[in-house]
């Protein structure tokens, strides 16, 4: 008797996301709208920014709100090294992570003793701090920030000012690197560590696993790789000051694209942010105009309704259309 | 829930979230007239702490551009008397929501410039979004109009299309000390120290550097520095800062709300300098001044245009009129009126280069002196970097809910209240 069932809705979803993945390098070829280049790298930039959350928030289970304190370090290392020391970004980008990667182990080493909530409200006092002490700051031009001179557009300099090719490019250069590196932990050891700890950690220390080891380690891993977004989004603003990274609302855009999507997988930072950023630029782009924060509200009421709805995210949506087909299939199958 | 329901809801969100994510692919836009029309950007914080100053920036230009797309025979600035532009070109505005942030309005920036096909911008109210929003603009060779955005770094950037309507925070300082200089010399006010508050923001840090710096060629001493973070909830410790250093005068770059909650907070703490010299809007705000009501008495700041400015300049009456239909009743302030006389200009220019080749444009903004009868001085010219020289402004005081003004004297239509009446004693 023949196996009918080649391939099952699992399978085909992965297909179907790695088919568009593997598209996406063509994406500047036949879009001819640059606001629409903008909206797919915010896209591309803000599921980076939930997968690098998603480490420490998803698998690790460990709720912070602080990671806009990490993302900004990554901002001022770029935006430090071209504006305060004329020189190339790379450099700066590679002193955010590693500055980025060292601040999370310090100020998460005491947090890791509070569980729960607390944890939680502590790194959102930490975001506080570093806000104000930025803004104060001499050094990293402190309230008025930093402003990028005009100087030779390019890879070299990592900033194009009448084409959003390049940045398009180096989004997806960053989403694959950021993704690539949890899909790598998803499948190791350390993912498996992650995960134990997030489902019990006194069980996962009965079993041997050194979870104040793994928690710190899997921090670590995140805010560098959220700094690593950090300096992705000063140069393509070309501008950094303390509200426009470090604060409790760039901290949320975190976590909420990721519970959007569906916390703990690999695809659900993708889709939360293939959801919330189209909807945030262009329901502003439309209704933004109008004034009295229309475009705001229906924002709010979206995001709302997905929530309630389907508290497991937009991969629960799916999982859930899924189920839904598979059983009309059967029932066809039944039926004939 | 039903599961048919709950099933269609999960359709639902799947087919808008498809939408949304084709959506970017496709270049369109809002179709673009083919037949004499000028698109122009604006871009206000429509939303978010300063949004009522925002929504009244942007009903300025409205009201600049009925005036210029209408034959208004009544009001008495130029272009009002005929249609349009360049024999029948009409302005169409497309509006965009800064929300105060400067990533926000660079984006919407360049949506306006490459996706709306607008032909310049206007905006941004925040400094630190016409920042980033005119350098976009820059680099494409548009012209950004700028009415308000007061940080004197804006125009020290010698941008070839950036022109800035509104005084400085440098000039700003100058005449605020000029201010303290003149009750010491008249009143025998023996003012000696100077407190500094301001939100932590560009506008804010700026304003503050200039006012520190035009204290100290005054020769008064700054005994209190204090910043916050806008959007505040609470400014308790400032005002006790401030209390504790009790400095003569205090000179405020407080926006919106914050400001509101500053003059309280200070009723609160029962204390009040000799004097207090605002810069820009939450002074200047008519609807911050009426919530405030007799606690916003005695307050000074720098203006270009108040309600009591009638008599100096009698072409905003029938303006004034177009723009409070729009803004519910609310009159002009210094700052949105400055949004109306850049579109107003702007138009001008386009008349007069008889082009709309932005190059063009932007040299004969450049070259020439502009009648503006919604401006304080008359005029309007603009130097290298942007800068419009004729940029003035009056001290005033409000008094019984009004907008006296105080100086220079020649100017004036009230005698100073001084020292600030007491909490106590009001």
Redesign the interface.
């Known amino acids: 008797m023949m196996n009918t069932k080649v391939i099952d809705l699992k399978d085909a979803l992965w297909l179907l996301l790695l088919a568009v993945l593997a598209l996406l390098p063509l994406?500047p070829f036949?879009?001819?709208?640059?606001?629409?280049?903008?909206?797919?790298i915010l896209?591309l930039l803000f599921a980076s920014m939930a997968q690098a959350w998603n480490i420490i928030g998803g698998y690790c289970g460990q709720v912070s709100f602080g990671h806009s304190v990490f993302f900004g370090i990554g901002a001022y290392g770029a935006g430090m090294a071209v504006v305060t020391y004329g020189g190339l970004p790379w450099g700066g980008i590679l002193a955010g992570m590693v500055l980025a990667a060292v601040v999370a182990v310090i100020i998460s080493y005491p947090c890791f003793k509070l569980t729960g909530h607390y944890f939680a409200i502590a790194t959102f006092a930490i975001v506080e701090i570093f806000?104000?002490a930025f803004?104060?700051w001499e050094w990293v031009g402190?309230?008025?920030?930093l402003?990028y001179p005009?100087i030779e557009e390019g890879l070299a300099n990592l900033m194009w000012?009448?084409t959003k090719e390049g940045y398009y490019y180096c989004a997806l250069g960053l989403f694959v690197i950021v993704f690539g590196i949890v899909r790598w932990l998803e499948s190791h050891r350390f993912g498996y560590y992650m995960r134990a700890v997030r489902e019990g950690q006194e069980t996962a220390e009965s079993l041997g696993v050194n979870s104040t080891a793994v928690k710190l380690g899997a921090m670590a891993i995140s805010a560098a790789l959220a700094a690593l977004c950090g300096s992705f989004?000063v140069q393509y603003?070309?501008?950094v000051?303390p509200?426009?990274v470090m604060s409790l609302d760039m901290s949320m855009k975190f976590v909420l694209v990721t519970i959007l999507g569906g916390s703990g997988t690999l695809a659900g930072p993708l889709l939360g942010a293939?959801?919330l950023i189209?909807?945030q630029?262009?329901t502003?782009?439309f209704w933004?105009?109008?004034?009295?924060?229309v475009?705001?509200m229906i924002f709010g009421v979206?995001i709302i309704?997905?929530v309630i709805?389907?508290p497991a995210g937009?991969i629960g949506?799916?999982a859930?259309?899924g189920k839904?087909l598979a059983r009309r299939g059967g029932t066809a199958q039944g039926g004939a | 829930m039903s599961r048919g329901s709950?099933?269609f809801?999960?359709?639902f969100?799947?087919a808008?979230?498809l939408c949304?994510?084709v959506?970017?692919?496709?270049?369109?836009?809002p179709a673009l007239a083919a037949e004499k029309i000028i698109k122009i950007g604006?871009i206000f914080p429509?939303?978010g702490p300063v949004?009522t100053a925002?929504?009244r920036c942007?009903a300025a230009v409205q009201t600049a551009v009925e005036i210029i797309n209408n034959k208004h025979p009544e009001i008495k600035v130029p272009l009002a008397n005929k249609e349009g532009l360049l024999d029948g070109y009409k302005i169409v505005l497309?509006?965009?929501?800064s929300q105060g942030?400067?990533?926000?309005g660079?984006?919407?920036a360049?949506?306006l410039l490459?996706?709306e096909k607008v032909w310049a911008l206007i905006g941004a109210y925040n400094s630190?979004v016409s920042?980033?929003a005119s350098?976009v603009a820059e680099?494409?060779k548009r012209i950004f109009m700028c009415g308000s955005s007061s940080s004197a770094?804006l125009t020290q950037r010698d941008m070839k299309y950036f022109f800035r309507l509104a005084p400085t925070d440098a000039t700003e300082s100058v005449d605020f000390v000029e201010v303290l200089k003149w009750l010491n010399k008249t009143k025998k006010a023996g003012i000696k120290t100077l407190g500094v508050i301001y939100e932590?923001?560009?506008f804010?840090?700026?304003a503050a550097e200039e006012a520190k710096k035009a204290a100290a060629a005054g020769g008064f001493k700054v005994v209190a520095d204090v910043?916050f973070?806008?959007g505040a909830t609470n400014l308790n410790s400032e005002v006790q800062t401030l209390k504790g250093s009790n400095p003569d005068a205090v000179f405020g770059a407080v926006l919106g709300a914050d400001y509101s909650l500053w003059v309280k907070t200070m009723k609160q703490a029962k204390w009040l300098p000799k004097i207090v010299i605002n810069y820009c809007s939450g002074y200047q705000d008519p609807v911050i001044a009426k919530q405030l009501g007799p606690d916003a008495e005695y307050f000074m700041g720098s203006s270009g245009y108040s309600p009591q400015f009638a008599s100096l300049m009698p072409a905003v009456a029938p303006v004034e009129k177009i723009f409070k239909s729009k803004t519910g009743g609310v009159p002009f302030d210094g700052n949105s009126i400055q949004e109306a006389v850049a579109m107003l200009v702007l138009a001008q220019a386009i008349e007069k280069a008889r082009s709309l080749d932005p190059d063009k444009v932007a040299k004969t903004l450049m070259e020439n002196t502009w009648d503006s009868p919604l401006s304080l001085g008359g005029k309007v010219k603009f130097v290298k970097g942007g800068q419009n020289v004729q940029a003035k402004s009056i001290i005033t005081q409000l008094q019984n809910g009004q907008y006296k003004r105080i100086y220079p004297e020649k100017m004036a239509d009230a005698k100073i209240v001084f020292p600030m009446k007491p909490w106590d004693k009001r």
Do not use: C
């Not at chain 1, 402190?142 to 920030?145: F, T």
């Not at chain 1, 933004?288 to 924060?293: H, N, T």
């Not at chain 2, 497309?94 to 929501?97: I, L, Q």
């Not at chain 2, 942030?101 to 926000?104: F, I």
């Open positions: 994406v036949v879009s001819g709208s640059f606001f629409g280049m903008h909206v797919l896209v806000n104000r803004l104060v402190g309230a008025l920030g402003d005009v000012y009448e989004f603003n070309l501008r000051d509200p426009m293939a959801v189209p909807l630029e262009y502003r782009a933004g105009g109008l004034g009295g924060g475009d705001l979206l309704v997905i709805k389907e937009i949506i799916l859930g259309i839904s | 709950r099933s809801v999960r359709w969100i799947l808008a979230a949304l994510l959506s970017p692919l496709t270049g369109a836009g604006t429509l939303t949004a925002g929504q942007q497309v509006h965009a929501d942030k400067p990533d926000v660079k984006a919407e360049e949506r490459n996706q630190s920042k980033p350098f680099r494409m770094a932590n923001s560009e804010g840090k700026h910043p973070s806008p």
